[in-house]
C-alpha cells in the first residue's frame, strides 16, 4: 500500500513538472514569461516575436477552461513579424487569483494596465471565450488602447444573456452542441453556486468535467490532446482556481449592468463563430455595427480545432 501510494505521488509529480509553464516554454522557442502587478494582482504572461515591428502587438487572451496554452498552435507563426503575449486572465493559471474583480470591465482594466506598463502602445487583441468579454470590454473602455478587435465564439454580455433558458428544448440536448443552434449551457448556471462546484470538482476531479465539456464543445475532440487536457486539469485543480474560474461566470449580472455604458465600438472588429456563429451575430448588430463575423467550420475551442484558419484570418484582418 506504501509503495502504490508513492508511486501515485511520484506520478503526480511527473504531471505538474510536464504541464509547468517552464516546461510549456520549452516546446515554444523564442518565447519567454513574465509577471507585472496592476492594481495589486499579479498577471502571467508569455511574449515573444519581433518588438521591432511595425506592426501592433497583439494580445491573446484564453478563456475557460484553458490558460494562455490555448494558443500554444498560433503564437509561433504570429510571432514570426510581430510582438505576440499571450495573457493569464486574472483567476487563470499563473495569475493571481484574488477574491473578487471578476466582472470583465475591471479584468480589461487588468489588461490596459498590462499594456500600459510594458510600454507597448496601442494593440490588436484576441479574446475566445471569457477572454472574448474581456477583449471586448477592453476595445469598450480602452479604445485609444486598441487598434483591432478579434472575437472567438462568444459575445460579449448583454441583457439578452439573462433570458437564456434554464432547461433545453425537448430533444435538443445531445451529445455535441452542433451548430450552436440549442446549445445548453448549463454551467452558466452551475458556477453560480458559491462553493459547490469547488468542493465538487476539486483534488482531480476537475478532469471528468472537462472531458466532458471538450467532448461537448468540440468538432474535432482530438485537437485538444493528452498534454492538453494535463495542462488544463492542472491549472484548475486546487479550490482556488476553481473559485476564481466560477467568478467570471458569477460576475455576469454585474457585466450586463455595465455594458448599458458601452458605446458601440467604432474600431475595426472581427468575429469568427462556430457554435457561437448567431450569438455573435445578433449581438454585434448593435454594440459593434461594422463587424465583420464569419461563419467557421470548428467547435467551440478555434484556436486548437482550426489554428491555421485562424492564423489566416488574424494575419489578413491585422494586415
Known amino acids: 500500500m506504501v509503495a502504490d501510494e508513492t508511486l501515485a505521488r511520484t506520478a503526480d509529480k511527473g504531471v505538474v513538472l510536464a504541464t509547468s509553464d517552464e516546461a510549456l516554454l520549452a516546446r515554444l522557442p523564442g518565447f ?11 498577471l502571467h504572461y508569455i511574449e515573444g516575436g519581433r518588438s521591432d515591428s511595425e ?16 494558443y500554444h498552435k498560433i503564437m509561433p507563426q504570429l510571432a514570426r513579424n510581430r510582438r505576440v503575449i499571450a495573457v493569464d486572465l486574472r483567476g ?55 487598434d ?11 441583457a439578452g444573456l439573462a433570458t437564456w433558458p434554464m432547461l433545453p428544448a425537448p430533444g435538443t440536448f445531445g451529445d455535441k452542441v452542433g451548430d450552436g443552434s440549442h446549445a445548453y449551457v448549463w454551467w452558466f448556471a452551475y458556477h453560480q453556486v458559491p462553493e459547490l462546484h469547488e468542493k465538487m470538482a476539486a483534488d482531480g476531479r476537475i478532469r471528468m468535467e472537462q472531458d466532458w465539456f ?23 485543480s486546487s479550490r482556488d482556481a476553481i473559485r476564481a474560474g466560477d467568478g467570471w461566470y458569477q460576475a ?10 458601452n458605446a458601440p465600438l467604432t474600431m475595426p472588429v472581427l468575429a469568427l463563430g ?46
Request: proline letters at 8%.
Open 214 to 236: 471538450f467532448h461537448y464543445l468540440t468538432r474535432d475532440e482530438a485537437s485538444i490532446d493528452a498534454l492538453d487536457r494535463d495542462v488544463y486539469a492542472a491549472a484548475y
Open 252 to 261: 455576469f449580472p454585474q457585466d450586463i449592468i455595465d455594458d448599458d455604458s
Open 32 to 42: 519567454r514569461q513574465g509577471f507585472i502587478d496592476v492594481e495589486g494582482v499579479r
Open 55 to 70: 506592426k501592433p502587438p497583439l494580445i491573446l487572451l484564453p478563456g475557460w477552461p484553458q490558460t494562455w496554452w490555448s
Open 92 to 146: 487563470m493559471g499563473a495569475s493571481g487569483k484574488p477574491i473578487g474583480g471578476y466582472d470583465k470591465k475591471t479584468m480589461a482594466a487588468d489588461i490596459a494596465g498590462l499594456v500600459r506598463q510594458l510600454g507597448l502602445g496601442r494593440v490588436d487583441i484576441v479574446g475566445h471565450d471569457i477572454g472574448s468579454m474581456v477583449a471586448y470590454s477592453f476595445a469598450a473602455n480602452h479604445p485609444d488602447l486598441t
Open 274 to 319: 462556430g457554435p457561437g456563429y448567431a450569438w455573435l451575430k445578433g449581438v454585434l448588430a448593435t454594440k459593434a455595427p461594422g463587424a465583420v463575423v464569419v461563419k467557421v467550420e470548428s467547435g467551440h475551442f478555434i484556436p486548437d480545432e482550426i489554428p491555421e484558419t485562424l492564423i489566416e484570418q488574424i494575419e489578413h484582418f491585422t494586415g
Open 148 to 158: 483591432k478587435l478579434v472575437l472567438l465564439d462568444v459575445a460579449p454580455p448583454d
